[in-house]
């Protein structure tokens, strides 16, 4: 499986951006997606998982109530969309397949990842 992230950009504190992550050489229903960030000189952290069926989705404490995942299965995507956006989001973005199609917050659980975006947010 294949990732392409894409949708980064540079924006004011406050804005909104959708990011996007389109799969290819698998079956994309049956997996679990997720977006990680890393900022500069920190770790990579968990920010949005969504289970295969789309059911279920899981937040970091840090964007809930400001960023939404939801999947296309048709399109074979998966989105970030990212509101009222603060500084602190700055970091590139990278999207997350998991074969089992769980999702959840641990980057061990992922199998597959894309190259990143990146998200810079001004003040």
């Known amino acids: 499986v294949q990732l392409q992230a894409s949708g980064g950009g540079l924006v004011q504190a406050g804005a909104a951006l959708r990011l996007s992550c389109v799969a290819s050489g698998g079956a994309f229903s049956v997996l679990g997606m997720a977006w990680f960030r890393q900022a500069p000189g920190k770790e990579r952290e968990f920010v949005a998982s969504i289970r295969w069926s789309g059911g279920t989705t899981s937040y970091a404490d840090s964007v809930k109530g400001r960023f939404t995942i939801f999947r296309d299965n048709a399109k074979n995507t998966v989105y970030l969309q990212m509101n009222s956006l603060k500084p602190e989001d700055t970091a590139v973005y990278y999207c997350?397949?998991?074969?089992?199609?769980?999702?959840?917050?641990?980057?061990?659980?992922?199998?597959?990842w894309g190259q990143g975006t990146l998200v810079t947010v001004s003040s």
């Open positions: 997350a397949a998991d074969r089992r199609g769980n999702g959840g917050p641990y980057s061990s659980a992922y199998d597959y």
